[in-house]
């Protein structure tokens, strides 16, 4: 009976056979495009005996083939079982074990008066002079804090420095020109004269308020301001050279000790930025150190709008500013309507009237057209 379903099963898998090949043939000619004769009478002769083929190989075959590895996966667990019966057993939970709990008893320790450590065997030989050998010093590991930049609070020599009295008038006209508000809310005044001649021109003035309230004159530094003229810059576009009067502070974000202009292709050294703003742009107007050939035409019109010092005094201020007056400053009126800035020395108040202020520098600059002796000209 079981070689009679062996050769049942063979003959389905034979007519399987030979319907698959057939049905592959066709389809290879089909794919091709070419036109078999009696092709479509073929296919459907071989549709039925695929269809009945396909159900002996389930019938005699695969459903058979299942049945005797699902058996024989069963006895080949039960064989192993018989061969070793404790690894078939569920292992079950063991009870916990009561450990007797034990002190440990402490054991003294015999440590010599001078213990001195074995490194190694002691070595029998000629004996040696000995020799007294100095104890290294003791290096200490930890980093020294990093000191800042010592204040260099010795300005550049000067040939030709302003009077006593020319000083004198100086002061005076500084005192004028500060409401009471702005006199009140700094503490360091810088007054640069942009006038192209007259006993003040082209020079900036330092004054320093005491705690009495007074201005007391720190330094002067010969200056070179723009040269109010347009002037083609190094990409060849045609740039403007003014350095506009006004009252500005300082941008406590734009300090820097080494920068470079890219407009201008010029290095800057310690460089203070002003903050003022202009028909919604940050402006690039600054107090900075002049470089090369530029130190020399100190005293005269030669930048490109910034405020230049002889290297040495840009230092010196850059220094003395951020060691010393760093604050809350007040605020310069906000125009939304232009998106300008007010350089004109009006104060940002609330609702209240209440100045508004922020975290920046206490320092005043005050650019003026005035050499001194033109009162006029100092309007313009």
């Known amino acids: 009976m079981r070689a009679k379903s062996n050769i049942s099963t063979l003959k389905a898998l034979s007519l399987v056979y030979l319907a698959s090949a057939s049905a592959f043939c066709v389809a290879i000619a089909l794919n091709s495009g070419t036109q078999l004769p009696g092709a479509d009478r073929a296919i459907a002769l071989i549709a039925p005996v695929a269809k009945a083929a396909a159900t002996a190989l389930d019938e005699k075959a695969v459903q058979p083939s299942v049945a005797w590895a699902v058996r024989k996966d069963k006895q080949f667990f039960a064989w192993m079982a018989r061969l070793n019966p404790s690894a078939a057993a569920v292992p079950k939970k063991a009870a916990p074990v009561a450990v007797a709990k034990h002190e440990p008893k402490t054991v003294p320790l015999a440590v010599a ?16 002079k000995q020799v007294t050998v100095p104890p290294e010093p003791h290096l ?16 550049a020599p000067e040939v030709n420095p302003p009077s006593a009295a020319e000083l004198t008038r100086v002061l005076a006209h500084m005192k004028l020109s500060l409401t009471k508000e702005l006199y009140d809310n700094f503490d360091l005044f810088l007054y640069v004269s942009k006038a192209d001649r007259g006993p003040w021109s082209q020079r900036m003035y330092v ?3 005491q705690a009495s309230g007074d201005l ?3 330094y002067t530094f010969p200056v070179s301001t723009g040269r109010e003229v347009p002037v083609l810059g190094p990409t060849g576009r045609l740039l403007t050279t003014n350095t506009p009067p006004g009252y500005y502070e300082l941008d406590p974000e734009r300090m820097y000790k080494h920068y470079h202009s890219h407009e201008w292709d010029q290095p800057m050294p310690y460089a203070m930025f002003f903050t003022w703003e202009k028909d919604g742009y940050q402006t690039g107007l600054a107090i900075h150190g002049a470089a090369g050939a530029d130190i020399s035409r100190l005293g005269q019109r030669a930048s490109a709008g910034c405020v230049r010092l002889d290297p040495r005094n840009a230092r010196l201020l850059f220094q003395l500013i951020r060691k010393d007056y760093k604050g809350l400053a007040p605020r310069f009126a906000y125009d939304r309507r232009t998106a300008t800035m007010s350089n004109d020395g009006l104060l940002m108040h609330d609702k209240a009237g209440n100045l508004q202020f ?12 005035n050499g001194g002796d033109n009162i006029v000209a100092a309007l313009f």
């Open 216 to 218: 007391k004159m720190l």
């Open 207 to 209: 004054f320093q308020k």
């Open 358 to 369: 922020v975290e920046g520098y206490k320092v005043l600059v005050f650019i003026e057209n």
């Open 113 to 128: 008066a001078n213990p001195t450590a074995v490194l190694r065997p002691a070595i029998l030989g000629k004996p040696q």
């Open 140 to 155: 200490s590991l930890d980093l020294a804090p990093q000191a800042p930049e010592p204040p260099n609070l010795t300005p």
